[in-house]
T-cell receptor, first 109, second 115 residues
């Protein structure tokens, strides 16, 4: 079965603290994984993809096939990082994204 | 560059009625996908259209149907509405054949309430 699990519904941190948003997946083969973000009153948008191995807005995510995880990390959270974050993978047919339920990140000063 | 636009933004229907939601793809995109997002859940794939044909379908009954037009705009039709169809319906466009597989550009959604 193809599935994405985000175990935390809400993550609250203080500004400057490290952030780790957890994502675990179930997939046969080599998955393509993504993080999407939705800021307040904005549309859902791509944050980063594991293939690119890039850092966007200070966020990075490493694919760990052994632990079937793709956690999103940032060393120092900013208030503007407050948003809903969704982890997603492409289905076997390559036609759809399978999303997790999302984690709300709240960064306070 | 024009982004994905959806209409209407909000609508209320009663059980048993039919609804049509519309989507204009982002300029240059040839693929459109529809997702249903219930409250507190992540988006769930309904179907994808490419070259005016259904190219993949999620676990949704046949009363969910769609169309893609030559200009790549799209419609989502839902017949015999049920209370559980109440959700935010998201349209997403993308370019099939490029290197950016999985990069979807979402609209703001149409919020459907079924009473």
């Amino acid at each position: 079965a193809q599935r994405v699990t985000q175990p935390e519904k809400l993550l609250s941190v203080f500004k400057g603290a490290p952030v780790e948003l957890k994502c675990n997946y179930s997939y046969s083969g080599s998955p393509e994984l993504f993080w999407y973000v939705q800021y307040s009153r904005q549309r859902l948008q791509l944050l980063l993809r594991h293939i690119s191995r890039e850092s966007i807005k200070g966020f990075t995510a490493d694919l760990n096939k052994g632990e079937t995880s793709f956690h999103l990390k940032k060393p120092f959270a900013q208030e503007e990082d407050s948003a809903m974050y969704y982890c997603a993978l492409i289905n076997q047919a390559g036609t759809a994204l399978i999303f997790g339920k999302g984690t709300t990140l709240s960064v306070s000063s | 560059e024009t982004g994905v636009t959806q209409s209407p933004t909000h609508l209320i229907k009663t059980r048993g009625q039919q609804v049509t939601l519309r989507c204009s793809s982002q300029s240059g995109h040839n693929t459109v996908s529809w997702y249903q997002q219930a409250l507190g859940q992540g988006p769930q794939f309904i179907f994808q259209y490419y070259r005016e044909e259904e190219n993949g379908r999620g676990n949704f009954p046949p009363r969910f149907s769609g169309l893609q037009f030559p200009n790549y705009s799209s419609e989502l039709n839902v017949n015999a509405l049920e209370l559980d169809d109440s959700a935010l319906y998201l349209c997403a466009s993308s370019f099939r054949g490029g290197a950016n597989t999985g990069e979807l550009f979402f609209g703001e959604g149409s919020r459907l309430t079924v009473l």
